[in-house]
């Protein structure tokens, strides 16, 4: 039975994850929970996976949890704050940490994980766009696994089974298109929150769903992509597929194609990298070709999705220029859903923050590094939207 330790439990990929756990309770047991407000979900799963520790991020919330709880015969050790999700990823015999804590905000736990020799499930994209400089030698150094598990990058990840090293030629992420990949570029400057919350095809938390509205997810993907198989920017493309079968593919040196097809369901993805090298049975509904129809494909798009390009410029220039990026795209995004800019200002914001940067720039940054220009890069956002 594996120990495992849940951050964001309660969003998206953390509720996701109890749902495999809950399936397979002889093959997995939890160890550690954390989350940011959800009272009501939080002691909900307390009370179903019994775990050892748990951390409410808002520290004003702490009372009410223990209240919650009050009544439930295995009382956890409760944490709070920043310190307190960290204290959970690094807590006891959990051998694989799930990160589903969204944003840069995942990056402090992420870092305390690996250094207590936990392996890593990766659903936070920012660990490596903006920490990468940090985590991958901790990764090294400390000897533990870094798995993908979102889609792309796990499909990526299962498609190289087997292919040797120095095999791999070519990586092709694919792209759902958000939700306004039949809209017009003209007709961009009047969408609203309402509209770009309509993911076509994913169930995802508001923050994701508004970066595969902009294709941002897939520039920081082509980023991510870039740290955890070592390939060069020019050897990253990107392709639309809006039937979201194949999750990714991959060229190898003598031109082959490797593809990873599924229903959009992030469960597997996050299975595979609990379970891997292993192939856990599940009773979900098996793909079949004849059910999910054509498969098409197309172009994307850049004057429509002009923040692929400032991901791919973002990610060549290296140093801190990923974590700006990623910074002010969380900020923007953040400015959008509170309607108080476009949705067309988004990757103008971003586009103006990262030239501002340029001059700042370090080849070699460390976490105090990353933490002060992810700082930066939010408070320049919020000096721009006052002249938006």
């Known amino acids: 039975m594996k120990a495992i330790t849940v951050l964001g439990s309660t969003g998206s990929i953390g509720t996701q994850t ?9 093959k997995f047991r939890v160890v550690g929970l954390a989350t940011g407000n959800n009272i009501e979900l939080l002691a909900e799963q307390i009370r179903t996976f019994n775990p050892e520790i748990v951390a409410i991020c808002n520290e004003n919330k702490l009372a009410e949890l223990h209240q919650a709880i009050a009544s439930h015969s295995h009382q956890p050790i ?22 589903g804590i969204v944003g840069c905000a995942g ?14 499930a990766l659903a ?22 870094l798995l993908p598990a979102d889609s ?3 499909a990526i990840f299962q498609c190289l089974q087997g292919v040797p090293e120095g095999g791999l030629r070519r990586i092709i992420l694919t792209a759902s298109g958000g939700a306004f990949r039949d809209l017009s570029v003209e007709k961009l400057a009047s969408v609203t929150v309402k509209d770009a919350l309509k993911h076509p095809n994913w169930s995802m938390g508001k923050k994701i769903t508004i970066d595969s509205a902009t294709l941002m997810n897939k520039g920081l993907e082509v980023i991510e992509a870039h740290y955890l198989f070592d390939m060069d920017y020019d050897r990253i493309d990107i392709v639309i597929h809006p039937q979201s079968i194949i999750h990714s593919l991959i060229e190898v040196q003598d031109t082959s194609v490797l593809a990873q097809l599924g229903w959009p369901d992030m469960r597997l993805p996050l299975l595979y990298a609990l379970s891997y090298p292993e192939r856990i049975y599940t009773d979900w509904k098996q793909f079949d070709l004849v059910s999910a129809g054509d498969l098409t494909f197309r172009e994307p798009d850049h004057k429509k999705y002009p923040c692929m390009q400032l991901a791919y410029a973002a990610g060549r220039e290296g140093g801190l220029m990923p974590a700006v ?4 795209n969380e900020q923007a995004v953040e400015l959008f859903l509170d309607e108080q800019i476009e949705f067309l200002d988004i990757p103008r914001i971003i586009e103006t923050v990262c030239d501002r940067f340029t001059r700042h720039n370090t080849a070699s940054p460390n976490l105090s590094d990353i933490i002060e220009a992810d700082k930066w890069a939010r408070q320049q956002v919020k000096e721009i939207k006052q002249e938006v």
């Open 107 to 120: 990056l402090l736990p992420t870092v305390a994980a690996i250094k207590a020799g936990k392996d890593i």
């Open 18 to 26: 109890l749902d495999i756990v809950s399936q397979n309770p002889d």
């Open 152 to 154: 792309e990058h796990s």
């Open 78 to 99: 409760i944490l709070a704050g920043e310190g307190g999700v960290a204290e959970v990823a690094s807590y006891g015999d959990a051998e694989s940490v799930v990160t």
């Open 325 to 328: 990026l990623n910074a002010a």
């Open 124 to 145: 936070n994209k920012e660990t490596l766009i903006a920490g990468a400089p940090v985590v991958l030698p901790l990764v090294e150094k400390h000897g533990v696994k």
